[in-house]
């Protein structure tokens, strides 16, 4: 809270008066007999201001100001002072403190400089929060790639929800970055630092899944041997990525409704509960509301899975990110493997840009290791058999962009004069195939 105020005084009738000033006045207001006891209750990013005494036993103000700014360097301290100790003002402000004010003091004086104080509290943590906010931009710039809009709408959408304690589904395709996206909700977030647990609900066989999420005591079952921390334990603190939702067997949803519901779990052969704080992520290629009135999925379970939802687009709707993806990916694979990085020619691009992509990213990612490796394939482009007509038109506009692009190396100028067209006409039809001309400048 912005109006927030630690009072530190070893006088009881100063600290009465000074807390009930600033209560009536509408401070929250701390108030402590000495600075060892606020330093052992000082809360990292204090959002407000610290009122001190000079002179209290223990520990003075001045000392308490010296440890206050080594945890925070721009925290406003006002200095309290007795009749005759100026000279300690003055040094307390040569120190680094905000103000100070002789006692007895007007409680107009003290709520004047309060003022002056949070609001400088406001500026500085505001400048943080900003300073904070890009570092994390320009973080999560380089682990989800792309330029097209879909990618800066997620990656939006992941700082945003990163810092919530909500469960998240990502729904997408195969290959798409699912578990990518959900390991960056992690790393941005107040779990970073705690761990992130990933099952893969299709690779476990129906008969293990329960022990695996749960775990087990010693001879719970035939051939368990030895305790054993389930995932969801294991995730304690931290997140539970659970790929693949929809392939979780019906039994094993109601039980994991009932983790999420009361943050208990209990062991395979156990009764005692074990509290856990985890959030859970999940991904899902179908939609899970229609699994559920298929009879496949609890209708239960998918809201609470669902409180907030992230959508990935798959490659091929967003054509203006093939570029930078297998630039980074080729990069990668030549340092990893220790070959030379050819440019991407003319003709390489023409063909990734012509490409469906039904592995999406993950088929990128191995299309260009495999170039890096010289094993490359060749990967079909052109129109699909079986397409209407207009598809079939569209897909050849397109192709006939992406050539015109690929030959003048995107210079819009030649591209206009080669084709015939308008700019504004050629800008359309651009954003409508999803190319971008910068993806066609580094062309060998």
């Known amino acids: 809270m912005l109006n927030s105020v630690i009072v530190v005084d070893d006088e009881a009738s100063i600290r009465t008066a000074v807390e009930q000033w600033l209560s009536l006045s509408g401070f929250n207001v701390q108030v402590y007999t ?33 440890r206050l700014q080594g945890l925070d360097a721009d925290l406003p301290v006002i200095v309290l002072t007795g009749h005759g100790d100026v000279p300690m003002a003055v040094e ?18 003290l709520l004047s400089s309060l003022g002056r104080a949070l609001e400088k509290r406001h500026l500085v943590l505001q400048n943080r929060r900003l300073q904070e906010q890009a570092e994390l931009r320009e973080h ?22 990163a810092p919530l304690p909500v469960n998240v589904l990502i729904r ?48 719970a079952f035939t051939g368990a041997q030895g305790k054993r921390i389930g995932k969801l334990e294991y995730a304690d603190g931290g997140t539970l990525f659970l ?107 023409s063909r990734l840009l012509s490409h469906d992509w039904p592995g999406n990213v993950r088929e990128l990612a191995n299309v260009a290791e495999r170039d890096v490796l010289g094993l490359g394939e060749p990967i079909e482009e052109g129109i699909s058999v079986g397409q209407s007509l207009v598809a079939q038109q569209e897909a050849f506009e397109a192709q006939c ?10 210079d819009i100028k030649a591209v206009l004069n080669e084709l015939q067209l308008p700019r504004r006409t050629l800008n359309e039809k651009m954003q409508r195939h999803g190319l971008v001309r910068e993806a066609f400048l580094s062309i060998q």
């Open 34 to 66: 000495c600075a060892e006891a606020c330093l052992e209750q000082f809360a990292e990013h204090f959002p407000g201001v610290v009122v001190t005494d000079v002179r209290m036993p223990g520990m003075g103000g001045l000392a308490l100001l010296a």
């Open 92 to 109: 307390a402000m040569r120190e680094g403190a905000y103000d100070f004010l002789e006692k007895p003091f007007s409680p107009d004086a």
């Open 140 to 161: 999560i710039d380089g682990r989800l790639l792309g330029a097209s809009q879909s990618l800066h709408t997620l990656r939006r959408q992941v700082l945003d929800l």
């Open 172 to 219: 997408g395709e195969t290959g798409s970055g699912k578990e990518l996206v959900a390991r960056c909700l992690h790393d941005f977030g107040p779990r970073a630092d705690k761990p992130f647990v990933a099952l893969n609900c299709a690779a476990i066989p129906e008969q293990l899944f329960e022990a695996e999420l749960f775990g087990h005591e010693s001879g």
């Open 243 to 349: 790929d693949e939702i929809e392939s979780m067997p019906l039994a094993q949803q109601a039980k994991l409704l009932r983790v999420l519901q009361e943050q208990k779990l209990e062991r395979l052969g156990s009764n005692q509960s074990i509290t856990v704080d985890l959030r859970v992520i999940a991904a899902t290629k179908p939609d899970l509301l229609e699994e559920a009135r298929a009879g496949r999925f609890r209708e239960d379970l998918a809201y609470r899975l669902t409180v907030a939802e992230l959508r990935l687009a798959p490659l091929r709707e967003r054509r203006e990110d093939i570029a930078v993806l297998y630039a980074f990916f080729a990069r990668n694979a030549a340092t990893r493997l220790n070959r030379n990085l050819e440019p991407l020619s003319g003709p390489q691009l």
């Open 401 to 410: 962009l992406r050539a015109a692009l690929t030959r003048h190396k995107g």
